[in-house]
């Protein structure tokens, strides 16, 4: 195909440029009899058609495949063609000077030839582009004379909105043909893009589905909030439409967007916030070339923080978690470079994206964070560099029924963690904590308090850079209260809440890791970090959305039933803990506490209560375990009258934020819209 290519287009381009040589000179003298002019005109061409070919060969335009070219492909050949023009008409008035009689050349024949030669050159190659167009829309006219293209809107009009409609013009086996577009920017209604005509704004998509027949409407808006992807899901539903969407820029990262990524909204598209800007570049230069190890590696959190990292070249990757499978997964995930599908499903972005990385050595370790000598021996080995600890227990109606556990995993564990890496010199240490831990009321917010005071103290007597991130519910991970709806629609109901006035904050799981990562360049030592999480959402809201995404009717085809608050849970969670001093970052995202994991006991005796924590853990005696917990975290209250204190502050009055206080050097401001007013700032609660 190559050589019967370059063949045909040279002895066009042979042919058509002789042909546009002539013309120029009967241009320029207005007469078909060029007499006097002849010697020069053979020249000229004599020239063109040896260096034209030279130039087209050299630019690589004899290498492309222009049944499908693009604009890159003409810009390639108007480059081509002005350099081998101004070539040729530099050589041939230069030459012409040295034939006998000095044979007159005019100067302006190169610049009337440029204009000839652009439409000699592109003619024939775009005319083979819009025969093959025409000879596919045929093929498929006839291979769907029983079964004609879906009409379709695309809602958006930008960047993403044309991406998609050229790639469904291009791929008319795809089976839809997009019928206009539907943009909210005045500015581009009545102009047209890609030939197809922006119609009007979404409110235009009743009227436009029942005009054009629409089998359904294409949301290509990667950067738009949730709200905006509500409102056009409740319109279309209205109208009676389906909806398909492009995922959310963080789902698109190290991407581009294709029909391939094509899905159903989900309840994460409708959460959406604004794409946090993380500073890419400080990331890849915290990462690159480090030798950097993920417990946890396995986890929601985990896995998607080890899919992030890898796109930073780190020179090894230890993964290190307790399962064999989750580890295997991630490991065969992250040397192959394709994503499973139990990812997919979770909401965690494009099954195919790219995240293999040749240059990192990627090293998966079984092993439990609870015996200090494996863990002792896994540093020595590998001497990491940089450590991301995201294993933990998490679910709180379990820690509560098996609160030994939750000590020994969440606290014993993540000390011998820290003593691991401070005696092989780790250089950073983050660790990931939850909303839970502030003011707790479950034995599972308990222990990682216990653990953001553990990596204080270490950063403290290290010197370095050991930090803390808290956030509350991710979407999608394990045990996550969206996958236990769907689950529950699937089995035709009930869908189960707690409370009908629970409220959490949600985060997909990139956008939080994200935000980790950028944490984890913002910390200096002992701050715990905490991530603004946007607006807070009713839980009985969420099962709402999640019923009506499923094609189903809440009281029709499916009830919602009210249980009543599980031990240690509460209506909110609370970012802050009262006395913490607390203020902005320079990312406006993230929330720095300077004195946040303070506590009542001292450094001294810290080691000494966790010492007889972990033993009284051990021996399984749950009243001994509260005891001993508020030794360490005294602002622990086991929610044995909270379900009722919750519902009457929820119903009866409004919580208030701690006064916020300066954080020196940052500036101090105000929290976010949705904190205003109230300490409550939802958590992992309904996991």
Not at 420 to 430: I, K, L, N, P, T
């Amino acid at each position: 195909m190559k050589q019967l290519r370059n063949r045909y287009f040279l002895i066009s381009d042979v042919l058509l440029l002789a042909l546009a040589a002539y013309l120029s000179f009967v241009l320029r003298l207005e007469k078909l009899e060029l007499t006097a002019h002849r010697p020069g005109f053979f020249l000229f061409t004599g020239v063109v058609l040896v260096v034209a070919p030279l130039v087209f060969h050299r630019a690589g335009v004899y290498s492309r495949y222009w049944r499908y070219a693009s604009v890159e492909e003409m810009l390639l050949l108007v480059g081509a063609v002005t350099a081998a023009v101004v070539l040729a008409g530099a050589v041939s008035l230069i030459a012409v000077q040295f034939l006998p009689g000095h044979p007159p050349l005019p100067r302006s024949i190169p610049l009337i030839f440029l204009l000839l030669a652009l439409a000699a050159t592109a003619g024939p190659r775009f005319l083979v582009r819009i025969l093959a167009r025409s000879s596919a829309r045929k093929a498929a006219n006839g291979r769907y004379n029983d079964h004609l293209p879906q009409p379709v809107l695309i809602m958006g009009a930008g960047d993403a909105g044309a991406m998609i409609v050229r790639e469904l013009q291009n791929n008319l086996h795809l089976g839809l043909e997009p019928v206009g577009f539907l943009d909210d920017n005045l500015g581009k209604h009545d102009v047209r893009i890609h030939g197809v005509l922006v119609l009007g704004d979404r409110h235009a998509i009743p009227e436009m589905v029942k005009k054009y027949k629409v089998g359904q409407v294409i949301i290509a808006m990667p950067t738009v909030p949730g709200v905006e992807i509500r409102d056009i899901v409740r319109i279309c539903d209205e109208a009676g439409v389906r909806t398909r969407i492009i995922p959310g820029m963080y789902e698109l990262l190290g991407g581009t967007v294709s029909v391939s990524q094509l899905r159903d909204v989900r309840i994460e598209d409708l959460l959406r916030r604004e794409p946090v800007k993380i500073d890419t570049e400080q990331v890849a230069a915290l990462l690159h070339g480090k030798r950097v190890l993920v417990t946890g590696a396995g986890g929601s959190i985990g896995s998607e923080l080890c899919r992030q990292i890898m796109r930073c070249e780190p020179a090894e990757l230890v993964l290190v978690g307790h399962g064999e499978n989750s580890i295997f997964e991630i490991s065969n995930e992250l040397g192959s470079g394709v994503r499973g599908q139990e990812s997919g499903d979770r909401g965690q972005g494009n099954p195919k994206s790219e995240i293999r990385n040749p240059k990192s050595q990627i090293v998966p370790v079984i092993a439990d964070i609870r015996r200090p000598d494996c863990l002792r021996a896994i540093f020595a080995a590998h001497r990491p560099e940089i450590v991301f600890h995201a294993a933990a227990h998490k679910h709180v109606p379990l820690m509560e029924e098996n609160p030994g556990e939750a000590i020994t995993n969440n606290v014993f564990g993540t000390r011998n963690l820290l003593d691991a890496a401070v005696a092989s010199g780790v250089e950073r240490f983050v660790m990931v904590s939850t909303d839970k831990a502030v003011n707790p009321t479950n034995v599972m917010g308990a222990t990682k308090r216990v653990a953001e005071r553990l990596v204080c103290q270490a950063a403290q007597s290290s010197g370095k850079p050991y930090v803390t991130v808290r956030f509350g519910n991710v979407l999608g991970s394990r045990g996550s209260v969206v996958l236990t709806f769907k689950k529950q629609i699937a089995a035709g109901g009930p869908v189960t809440v707690t409370h009908p006035e629970v409220k959490r904050y949600f985060m997909t799981i990139p956008e939080a890791v994200q935000l980790v990562l950028q944490a984890a360049v913002l910390g200096q030592g002992g701050e715990v970090f905490v991530l603004d999480m946007g607006e807070p959402v009713k839980i009985a809201d969420l099962a709402r959305d999640l019923i009506e995404l499923s094609g189903l009717k809440v009281g029709r085809d499916i009830d919602v039933a009210y249980t009543g608050l599980r031990p240690g849970e509460k209506l909110f969670e609370e970012l802050f803990i009262p006395g913490e001093v607390y203020g902005r970052t320079r990312h406006h995202k993230i929330f720095r506490t300077a004195n946040g994991a303070a506590g009542p006991v001292h450094n001294e005796d810290l080691d000494e209560a966790i010492d007889h924590l972990v033993a009284i853990a051990e021996q399984g005696d749950r009243a001994a375990i509260v005891r001993a917990l508020q030794r360490v975290v005294p602002e622990y209250r086991p929610a044995a009258n909270d379900q009722q204190t919750a519902v009457i502050g929820a119903v009866g009055g409004t919580a208030t934020l701690p006064e916020l206080k300066p954080l020196e050097p940052l500036e101090p401001q105000q929290l976010p819209a949705a904190t205003q007013g109230s300490t409550l700032a939802p958590a992992a609660g309904s996991s």
